[in-house]
């Protein structure tokens, strides 16, 4: 298939979002592994905040204890995914979260105004292009996935959850991103992956018309 389209699997706090990565990334393996076809073996993109956060020696915690640590933790975030993804420009691939999940962190525990000065950024500008040329899933907050793995940012109750939810499909409708929320209440893994090739192939067969 020509004209292989990128997707990035984003939302809010443990959503599923990386064992949904996993498993695709184990679908095109398998397929691969089947048709000997290269061309339909994406590179996976891996989270790049938890290695920026190891990096820099920043916690989950300094997001909501410092506005000025928090802004420049999703600055860093920002670059990392931006070079992550320069890296893999002659590929296709899946990503773990995108360039909007730092936006949408620093919209929720910074302010407006310094979240509209990290959209001014070369990396944004250049990860937003990405964006609009993928096929971008939502895994919606709900049901019972929310396990603190003593990492991530944890929301304070359901509802801030929820609202996390609500801010990333905001801020994609803002800045004309397309996007397709995966419903919390599909659970099956199998599902969840024929939610996502369904779409994507529509999007990289439309391409090639």
Not at 94 to 102: A, K, M, N, T, V
Not at 131 to 152: A, Y
Request: proline share 2%.
């Amino acid at each position: 298939m020509a004209n292989l389209r990128n997707i990035y699997v984003i939302g809010a706090q443990s959503t599923g979002k990386t064992t949904l990565v996993t498993a695709l990334a184990q679908h095109f393996e398998q397929h691969h592994a089947t048709t000997g076809d290269t061309a339909d073996k994406p590179m996976i993109i891996k989270e790049v905040a938890r290695g920026v956060l190891q990096r820099h020696n920043y916690t989950a915690a300094d997001i909501v204890s410092s506005k000025s640590r928090a802004l420049e933790l999703q600055r860093l975030i920002l670059e990392a995914q931006c070079e992550a993804e320069k890296a893999a420009s002659n590929l296709w691939y899946i990503s773990d979260r995108s360039g909007l999940d730092p936006l949408v962190y620093a919209r929720q525990y910074v302010g407006v105004e310094e979240t509209s000065g990290l959209m001014q950024e070369q990396s944004w500008q250049y990860l937003k292009g990405m964006m609009r040329s993928g096929l971008v899933i939502v895994c919606e907050s709900g049901g019972e996935w929310l396990i603190n793995d003593g990492v991530r940012l944890m929301p304070q109750d359901r509802e801030a959850w929820l609202q996390m939810h609500g801010v990333f499909c905001e801020m994609l409708d803002r800045i004309s991103i397309e996007y397709h929320v995966l419903p919390s209440a599909t659970r099956d893994i199998n599902e969840r992956i024929e939610f996502v090739l369904t779409r994507w192939r529509v999007l990289c067969e439309g391409l090639t018309n």
